[in-house]
């Protein structure tokens, strides 16, 4: 009898297109090397490590919170940064922020619990481990990019063979 391999899965807010779609190829263009394996999004729940019986009960558990949380707006706006503790630029979450943080606390207090490796800052990563001149352009070249979208849903992704994370289910935010 073979033993499943773990699956990886990580649950986010998809950027909607066109903003996702620019975004990734913003990504590409500051050397970022997982540019088109990452559809750009907002984290809710990190890459997890999880088991059939775990993931089962994980599907089930997302259903439920998004059956409690309603729809919201979200504004992009501005970039910021990690450094020096992580070589990361993102576009900042202007807007939604909360409902971001409930939705991520939410997630993480059911049948899958992570801790973090740092404290939950919602946003949307523009350049990851790419030179310091690339973290300067990225920067400044999105330092005055903003845009505002409904959020409807939100998706589980899975982590393939090839590298690339992929949706496989859409929870959407039906609650009042």
């Known amino acids: 009898m073979s033993v499943a391999r773990p699956t990886t899965i990580g649950v986010s807010i998809p950027i909607p297109a066109p903003h996702g779609d620019y975004l990734q190829r913003r990504r590409a263009d500051f050397g970022d090397p997982q540019a088109w394996q990452i559809p750009a999004h907002i984290t809710l729940l990190p890459p997890t490590e999880v088991d059939q019986e775990a993931y089962a009960a994980f599907r089930s558990h997302c259903a439920d919170v998004a059956a409690a949380h309603s729809a919201f707006d979200v504004v992009l706006r501005g970039t ?3 450094r020096p503790l992580s070589d990361v630029v ?6 939604g922020v909360s409902n971001c943080e409930s939705l991520e606390r939410a997630l993480r207090s059911g049948p899958v619990r992570r801790d973090l490796d740092f404290y939950y800052h919602p946003h949307v990563t523009v350049a990851h481990n790419v030179p310091s001149e690339s973290l300067d352009r990225a920067f400044g070249e999105l ?3 903003s845009v505002a979208f409904p959020v409807g849903a939100y998706h589980l992704y899975e ?6 994370w992929r949706p496989v289910h859409e929870f959407a935010l039906v609650g009042s």
């Open 90 to 95: 993102f576009i900042q979450v202007a807007r």
């Open 80 to 82: 910021g940064t990690f």
């Open 143 to 145: 330092a005055d990019y």
């Open 159 to 164: 982590l393939g063979e090839d590298g690339v």
